[in-house]
């Protein structure tokens, strides 16, 4: 691929600010600044720096970011930050998306991407995948409570049970299980629906993808390599809810 197009697919600006970046001599290759625009480049594993900043092609990126607290996962938000101002500019130039949303006020694993592929795959309401919260409770959960979000809850204006699956105690008014779906609210509706608030919402597992271990900090991202970002798409094996 030629060096303007390439960076051009990297987030680097239109086909002419490329060219104009690396005329300007901002752009190097193994050390070496390269001026011509035409230089062919072999992708896969190119490597290529701009303005001394290092970075390695990628066809599609697949990045996870742990999501801090008043952070709304839409680009234009009125009353709260979004969370593409914890990207780089050239990832927001390349039009990453969030797949699926978390509420401002939600914290945790948080995946992102330009393969629209990946993002319909995960999206679909048909694709069940596990994604698993922590959550915080105003009162404690009493056992047989625990059985009816085990068992399921209606929604308001939603159709089906809404199940509380893989259920665990982690400590007072503090649990943590996952859901299938993916309606509006639906870890706060479901635990109003038993009479009860949420307090605090932390998601730490999407599928088999757990954010302990990508080691990043809250407000700090990363890319996922094959296995990470394949690893969130593993679909639950029992299903009974639709
Ligand atoms: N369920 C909620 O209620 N909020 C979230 O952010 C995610 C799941």
């Known amino acids: 691929m030629q060096l303007d197009k390439l960076l051009q697919s990297q987030g680097f600006g239109t086909r002419k600010q490329c060219q104009i970046l690396i005329h300007r001599g901002h752009v190097s290759i193994n050390n070496d600044v390269v001026h011509d625009h035409k230089f062919r480049c072999n992708t896969p594993n190119f490597q290529f720096s701009v303005h001394g900043e290092k970075f390695s092609y990628r066809e599609k990126v697949y990045i996870a970011l742990n999501k801090p607290q008043g952070y709304e996962c839409s680009h234009r938000t009125q009353h709260h930050h979004s969370v593409f101002e914890l990207l780089p500019d050239h990832l927001i130039e390349r039009n990453v998306q969030s797949i699926g949303r978390l509420d401002q006020d939600t914290t945790g694993l948080l995946l992102l991407t330009d393969d629209g592929q990946y993002l319909h795959q995960l999206t679909h309401p048909k694709k069940h995948v596990l994604k698993y ?30 199940q509380a699956l893989n259920f665990e105690k982690i400590g007072e008014r503090h649990y943590r299980f996952a859901i299938s779906q993916g309606v509006y609210h639906q870890v706060k509706r479901m635990i109003v629906a038993v009479g009860n608030h949420v307090d605090a919402l ?16 809250s407000g700090e991202w990363c890319y996922l390599s094959e296995s990470e970002y394949q690893s969130a798409t593993v679909r639950a094996i029992s299903e009974n809810n639709t």
């Open 202 to 217: 932390h998601r730490d597992q999407i599928a088999e993808l757990k954010l302990e271990q990508l080691s990043i900090q």
């Open 133 to 162: 919260y922590q959550i915080h409770t105003t009162e404690a959960l009493s056992t047989d409570v625990i059985k009816q979000l085990q068992n399921g809850v209606e929604l308001r204006n939603e159709q089906g049970l809404f």
